[in-house]
């Protein structure tokens, strides 16, 4: 039997492909109270039930789980103590990101898991995208962000003052302030054009997640197809539901995969 891939809803990635490559997405929490949104992360009750399901399913083959940064949700330290009671077959990544590189990580699992390879090979393979990959968030306001305490109270200070378009990048696992930009349009040319250099002229894995922004994420994309290296492959779709709840409306995610050195 195969080893099994799962992840959080945080990883983005869109249903159909989930299922065509056989990942479990357990969804993170969005609740409403007193009008207002806020999230919460997974507990470790949940991913025990969800881990030991998959185990019966691969015929304890091992599963590798991959969730968003410990610097961003409780939800990978839930994991972890979820993991401790499968005797070593969980192995739990520690992606410091967050967004569609962790899918990225998780369809390149899948795909080897499917190939016949073991857990320990089906990890190193999700560690490896994670270590040419990097997420950006281009955020249309700063409410939410700063609101749900994401970023810290310096770089929220910074962006106030001086970014009315900030452009964030995640760093070790947290958010933080790239770019100090005035327009969305000089944004999107510094993310282009930040992109380009780091991946010297080889094509690109980009996927680009929008919460109310389909038409300014389609303009990027074009930006993109224009400026990346022929060949580059890009895959488009709404910004996750606990994701928009922090980011806001307006917001576009970006992550990308490079290619090896």
Request: net charge positive.
């Given at each position: 039997m195969a080893v099994r891939i799962v992840t959080d809803s945080s990883s983005g990635l869109p249903v159909d492909l989930a299922q065509e490559l056989g990942i479990t997405v357990v969804d993170l929490h969005v609740m409403q109270s007193s009008g207002e949104q806020s999230t919460a992360g997974?507990?470790?009750?949940?991913?025990?039930?969800?881990?030991?399901?998959?185990?019966?399913?691969?015929?304890?083959?091992?599963?590798?789980?991959?969730?968003?940064?410990?610097?961003?949700?409780?939800t990978w330290s839930?994991?972890?103590?979820?993991?401790?009671i499968f005797d070593g077959l969980v192995h739990v990544v520690d992606t410091q990101t967050i967004g569609m590189a962790v899918?990225?990580?998780?369809?390149?699992?899948?795909?080897?898991?499917?190939?016949?390879?073991?857990v320990h090979t089906c990890a190193e393979v999700a560690r490896d995208v994670l270590g040419r990959s990097e997420t950006w968030l281009y955020l249309h306001r700063l409410d939410?962000?700063?609101?749900?305490?994401?970023?810290?109270?310096?770089?929220a200070v910074?962006?106030?003052?001086?970014?009315?378009?900030?452009?964030?990048?995640?760093?070790?696992?947290?958010?933080?302030?790239?770019?100090?930009?005035?327009?969305?349009?000089?944004?999107?040319?510094?993310l282009v054009e930040a992109i380009r250099q780091r991946a010297a002229s080889a094509p690109v894995f980009v996927?680009?997640?929008h919460f109310d922004a389909a038409n300014e994420a389609a303009e990027l994309q074009r930006q993109m197809e224009r400026q990346l290296a022929s060949?580059?492959?890009?895959?488009?779709?709404?910004?996750?539901?606990?994701?928009?709840?922090?980011?806001g409306p307006g917001a576009i995610g970006v992550s990308v995969v490079y290619q090896r050195d």
């Open positions: 997974l507990s470790a009750l949940e991913l025990t039930a969800a881990y030991a399901r998959q185990l019966e399913r691969g015929g304890d083959a091992g599963v590798v789980a991959l969730h968003l940064s410990k610097e961003l949700s409780s839930a994991a972890t103590q979820a993991a401790a899918g990225a990580a998780a369809m390149a699992a899948a795909k080897v898991a499917a190939e016949g390879a073991d939410a962000i700063k609101k749900s305490g994401r970023i810290s109270a310096a770089t910074v962006s106030s003052a001086l970014a009315t378009k900030p452009l964030m990048r995640v760093e070790h696992g947290r958010l933080e302030l790239a770019f100090k930009t005035r327009t969305q349009s000089k944004a999107f040319a510094r996927m680009i997640q060949g580059s492959s890009f895959l488009s779709c709404p910004l996750e539901p606990t994701a928009a709840v922090h980011a």
